[in-house]
């Protein structure tokens, strides 16, 4: 049992007025207002400045650092980017006060929790930060605070699913990646740009679903599905909205709901630049992380933006000079015959370093006509994903920096959107879907002149000697535009048997240490996601695809940085709040 402690008699507080004693790790400071006496924690919990310095007047505390307020009652802040700040029972005997050094208002799960939630609503990085890194800390399952996020994204934010809740999902899936100080940097960032995305933007009130009858039947999928597809067509998500919670509240699984949604966004061309496919994967994508009962808020904020996105058979570039639209109309017509016909086909060795290649080339025409006939012979839609999302990296692992700073962003959309359909080829395959590894395929051809001149591949140094530490990638990274000299270091560092899962975090915190952009984050998920799918095959064209990934991924973070670093700055404020440190000391 925790033993009182001697804080001094009454009289000596009194002509104190404040008086700082040892609480076991902690120091509390003990004041005398208005004939009581009141113990509180000495660190302010916005920032830790010393409290005994502080102003008490009217009952209110005051911290003379950014003058947070604080009850000198209850402990309970005026200032929400504040926090509580802890109060400790008081024991009179006589003219003795004895303290408790165990506070009323301990920090709990929940209380975290709570904050967390607050600090989203209210926008609050560094109440954010805090309730992230305590949650981590003490062994919260980092996959229960993803979900506050994603319900609260889902929620209050009337245009829907955007970047921030992308960003969240991307960094959830490369937690495994990453230690312990990477995860909550990770889960931190996600949780920033949610909020920031989600600021003043507005409330979502689900429409609800059309009444469901027991007439209902297996039917009913094929018609809601043909109701979505026509309201998608026509722009109107009101209308797809209420059908989509129809189909939820019927009990459709999520490979029935996928199958519908991605049906109607494949209808047309590459639209919103590859966005739209990509955010409906990753809302899949989440819901198998924390479960399928947030169906509704989630799928339904895909339908906001469906009314005004592009649609790239309708723009020039895809129909002239060479017509790309009619081709790929042609081919789709064979689509559904080719696939139902896939089990009886003998597969045939197909020359994939060479479709690749020819992906990457100049003839748009011929590669439409041998993706066809790779299906034909047996290659599944999922594995020719796979290999233009590789043509897609190669774009970037050859992309010059003497193009226009912004076609970074050219080529890391047709990446991330050729990324997003190989995994929702994988969870369901569709003649419709199929239809987008087209459009990938498509774009990596638009793309081919930003590969003129092309960069050139590194090449490992044969030095032996030479020490190579995942540390100095991150100081090289200080530099802006060590695009080549990063890509080098990081062949040179695996072909001299550096480890890649280190690698693999040091990039991670290359990424997670900038205010990086939106893209960047999508950059670096799916690489590390299409990595792990070839690092489970060997032969020649995997390693050589690894690689491509490798350098593609360093490449574009070394490009976009170093940055102001704001929000990691903030991250490890709260990491030295929760480890007691004093940041208001000069270092």
């Known amino acids: 049992m925790t033993e009182f402690i001697y804080a001094g008699s009454l009289t000596e507080l009194e002509e104190e007025g404040a008086k700082v004693i040892k609480g076991g790790s902690h120091a509390i400071t003990v004041f005398v207002h208005e004939k009581q006496v009141y113990a509180v924690d000495n660190r302010c919990p916005h920032m830790g400045f010393p409290l005994h310095t502080g102003s008490l007047c009217d009952g209110i505390l005051t911290c003379h650092w950014h003058h947070a307020r604080f009850d000198i009652k ?95 999902t991307a960094m959830t899936n490369v937690l495994p990646k990453l230690d312990k100080t990477g995860q909550i940097l990770a889960l931190f960032q996600g949780l920033v740009h949610v909020a920031r995305e989600s600021s003043g933007r507005g409330t979502r009130f689900l429409l609800g679903s059309l009444p469901v009858t027991d007439k209902m039947n297996a039917q009913s999928f094929e018609q809601l599905s043909e109701w979505y597809r026509h309201c998608v067509e026509v722009r109107d998500s009101q209308g797809a909205e209420r059908v989509l919670l129809t189909a939820i509240e019927f009990g459709f699984s999520n490979e029935q709901l996928a199958d519908m949604m991605m049906t109607a966004i494949t209808d047309h061309f590459y639209i919103n630049t590859g966005h739209t496919l990509d955010f409906h994967n990753k809302a899949f994508e989440i819901l198998d992380q924390i479960g399928y009962e947030h169906r509704p808020f989630v799928l339904s904020s895909l339908l906001p933006s469906l009314g005004n996105v592009s649609r790239s058979e309708e723009s020039h ?16 017509k064979e689509l559904p015959d080719i696939l139902a016909n896939a089990l009886s086909i003998a597969e045939t060795v197909v020359d994939e370093a060479a479709l690749v290649e020819q992906i990457l080339s100049d003839d748009a025409l011929k590669t439409v006509n041998m993706m066809v006939d790779a299906l034909k ?72 002149f930003l590969n003129l001149p092309s960069a050139r591949r590194p090449e490992p140094k044969d030095a032996e000697a030479e020490q190579y530490h995942p540390n100095d990638l991150l100081e090289l990274m200080n530099q802006q535009q060590q695009v080549a000299e990063s890509a080098r270091w990081a062949v040179n560092y695996l072909a001299h048997g550096g480890n890649k899962s280190e690698l693999f975090n ?31 095959e060997d032969t020649e064209l995997a390693g050589h695809a690894q690689e491509t990934l490798i350098i593609a991924v360093t490449r574009y973070l070394a490009g976009h940085a170093p940055t102001a670093r704001e929000i990691p700055h903030t991250a490890r404020i709260a990491m030295r709040l929760h480890r007691g440190e004093k940041l208001f000391e000069d270092e």
């Open 506 to 536: 040091t990039l991670g915190h290359a990424l997670l240490r900038e205010d990086a952009e939106f893209h960047t984050f999508q950059m670096f998920e799916a690489a590390i996601v299409e990595h792990a799918h070839w690092e489970k």
């Open 74 to 168: 209850s402990g309970g802040t005026l200032d929400p980017w504040a926090d509580d700040v802890p109060t400790y029972p008081v024991e009179m005997k006589e003219d003795e006060v004895w303290i408790h050094p165990v506070p009323y208002n301990k920090v709990s799960i929940e209380k975290l929790r709570q904050r967390l939630r607050e600090g989203l609503e209210q926008n609050l990085s560094l109440v954010i930060a805090k309730s992230v890194v305590g949650l981590m800390e003490a062994g919260f399952p980092g996959t229960e605070i993803v979900k506050i996020g994603i319900a609260f994204g889902t929620i209050h934010h009337q245009s829907g699913w955007g970047s921030g809740l992308t960003i969240l």
């Open 377 to 448: 012979g047996g290659v599944s839609p999922a594995r020719l994903a796979q290999l233009v999302a590789l043509a897609a990296a190669e774009r970037i692992s050859r992309f010059h920096v003497q193009n226009d700073f912004r076609d970074w962003i050219t080529v890391l959309h047709t990446f991330t959107h050729a990324h997003a359909v190989h995994e929702s080829l994988r969870r369901s395959t569709t003649p419709e879907l199929t239809r987008a590894v087209f459009h990938g395929a498509m774009s990596v051809y638009q793309d081919r």
């Open 317 to 332: 570039s895809w129909q002239s000079p060479v017509n790309l639209v009619k081709p790929l109309m042609e081919a789709f």
